[in-house]
């Protein structure tokens, strides 16, 4: 298994702009989550889906941030519009039930 | 609700030293821990979890972890420490029941001193 996909690896963009963020789990998994890494916060986890169906979303920011998984094997994460402070290392990661997460490489977001 | 605390923000041993990396936790049911390591620029890496059965957890790279139910620990420990340890140490918790969701505690960078 190739693991855990996210793509971009690594994103550039100017405030104001609409940032998608993708991820592919590992096949199999049920439980899928996104989660925000900086210095300042640590690990922050925005959303959890499990079977497909949003859990909870009490860590996303604001209405700017919206997740979607259409099926089992990808999920989005987009941003619009994107401001400097949302700048951060995004991962994704899935998991079995009661099993390990397992994380993907992360995209690193750096919004100008 | 569910949490995990790391005392220590970082940690130094010197390399073949022996290494404890701590972690307490509250939760509701029994616990489901788990240890990941995140090394500079890469995403985090399953390191070992306690589910059930022996009290001490073995996983890779040589690490351990002791599970304490009276003390609601999971400390991370490994006995000779290796300058390639160094690296970002979290701690995670699953309630047995209900939802999936995982708590990661805050993280603890451990620096090996060769």
């Known amino acids: 298994d190739a693991g855990v996909i996210q793509s971009p690896r690594h994103e550039v963009t100017e405030m104001g702009q609409e940032v998608t963020l993708r991820c592919k789990p590992i096949s199999g998994h049920n439980s899928l989550f996104w989660y925000r890494q900086t210095m300042m916060r640590g690990l922050e986890l925005l959303i959890y889906f499990n079977n497909n169906v949003p859990i909870d979303d009490s860590g996303m920011p604001e209405d700017r941030f919206s997740a979607k998984m259409p099926n089992a094997s990808f999920s989005t994460l987009k941003i619009q519009p994107s401001e400097p402070r949302d700048s951060a290392v995004y991962f994704c990661a899935s998991s079995s039930q009661n099993g390990p997460f397992f994380f993907g490489p992360g995209t690193r977001l750096l919004v100008l | 609700a569910q949490s995990v605390a790391q005392p220590e923000d970082q940690v130094n041993v010197a390399e073949g030293n022996p290494l404890t990396v701590k972690c307490t936790y509250s939760?509701?049911?029994?616990?489901?821990l788990f240890w990941y390591v995140q090394y500079p620029n890469r995403g985090l890496q399953f390191l070992l979890k306690?589910?059930?059965?022996?009290?001490l957890v073995k996983g890779s790279y040589g690490f351990e972890a002791e599970f304490n139910k009276s003390q609601t620990s999971f400390h991370l420990k490994k006995p000779s420490a290796l300058v390639s340890d160094s690296a970002l140490y979290f701690c995670?918790?699953?309630?047995?029941?209900?939802?999936?969701?995982?708590?990661f505690g805050t993280g603890t960078k451990l620096q090996v001193i060769p």
């Open positions: 995670a918790v699953r309630d047995s029941g209900g939802y999936q969701k995982v708590t």
């Open positions: 306690y589910i059930t059965g022996d009290n």
């Open positions: 939760v509701s049911g029994n616990p489901y």
